[in-house]
């Protein structure tokens, strides 16, 4: 039991640490990918006063703004594209489903690579080796 939630919390930090060694710009363009699969709409950024407001919402976030009564979700990239993503309510929901899903596939993916370090042989490479 232990050894599964050491397994387990080993996966988790894995996951953080290798999320966290992407650059913004490859963050950047897997946000992208996802919010265009959900039917976000790309606005280019044409002029000057749209980039300045470009710069005023938070980068690679989704935020939820409110536009003749209709609830939207901006997401602001100003690092691989320049652009906005915008989506409605349906958008958002698709959005989160496919993070959840690609979630779920990290989340095997390491725990397929795990199973093949467990059943690693290290006998075969003699006796003396250390225990990290």
């Not at 232990?2 to 387990?8: G, Q, S, V």
Request: proline letters at 5%.
């Amino acid at each position: 039991m232990i050894r599964k939630w050491a397994a387990l919390l080993s996966a988790l930090s894995a996951s953080v640490l290798i999320a966290g060694c992407a650059t913004p710009m490859e963050r950047a363009n897997q946000q992208n990918d996802l919010l265009a699969a959900a039917g976000f709409h790309i606005v280019p950024v044409t002029t000057e006063q749209q980039r300045l407001q470009l710069q005023t919402l938070p980068p690679n976030r989704v935020v939820q703004k409110v536009k003749d009564g209709k609830v939207l979700f901006v997401y602001a990239d100003p690092y691989a594209c320049g652009c906005l993503y915008i989506g409605d309510e349906t958008a958002w929901d698709r959005y989160k489903r496919e993070q959840l899903r690609q979630n779920f596939i990290d989340q095997e993916r390491m725990n397929a690579e795990m199973n093949e370090n467990a059943a690693w042989n290290w006998n075969m490479w003699g006796p003396g080796w250390p225990v990290y």
